[in-house]
């Protein structure tokens, strides 16, 4: 499985708008899901083995972060016809299954990704209160098909910094994932 990384933080530069819907059947914006401390949003999908090794991860840091005032809101955003793994009632499947503290929002035409200039799954932009990034790098060092011991928490210690300081870490170790599964070009 070939694996794609996102480029460098473009520190300052603005979120998106967008209005997607939920595995909970409501409609999110993103002033929905901003925090007062900053916003994580997360590019993710159902299928994709990098994904897989670190959801439960997603799910504790996730946790971690609302507590300290992190708004969080997960979108899966890959070609569901191509891909049906990553369809809407799969998507409320792992919802479930794994408890997601946070509104797991479904991009169907592939718009939000595109705006976000998303990339892979999972990618992770990290905004302060002002919603301008602050943060586009990994969650930790767990790799695929890997047995990892205890990580430092690289997502969760620079949003904790973004939360405190408005301000992400200068170095950022960029994630890796599978490519977004974009619909073919009508």
């Known amino acids: 499985m070939a694996s ?101 929002l479904h991009d169907a035409e592939q718009t939000v990704a595109r705006s976000y200039e998303a990339v892979c799954t999972p990618d992770f932009f990290g905004f302060n209160k002002d919603l301008a990034l602050q943060y586009r790098g990994r969650l930790d060092a767990t790799r695929m098909g890997s047995e990892a011991g205890d990580l430092r928490r690289d997502l969760f210690e620079a949003m904790k910094q973004v939360a405190e300081t408005g301000k992400g870490p200068e170095e950022q170790i960029p994630s890796i994932g599978c490519s977004i599964k974009w619909k073919e070009e009508q």
């Not at 994580?40 to 507590?67: E, T, Y």
């Open 4 to 104: 794609t990384t996102p480029p460098v933080c473009d520190f300052g530069w603005q979120a998106p708008g967008f209005t997607l819907p939920a595995t909970d059947g409501r409609s999110y914006r993103l002033e929905d899901v901003a925090g007062k401390n900053g916003t994580l949003v997360m590019f993710i999908c159902n299928h994709c083995p990098f994904v897989l090794a670190v959801v439960d991860k997603l799910v504790r840091d996730s946790r971690d972060l609302q507590a300290l005032g992190i708004g969080v809101a997960a979108i899966c955003s890959n070609d569901s016809v191509s891909y049906p793994q990553d369809s809407f009632e799969n998507m409320q499947r792992m919802a479930e299954e794994h408890e997601f503290p946070f509104p797991y």
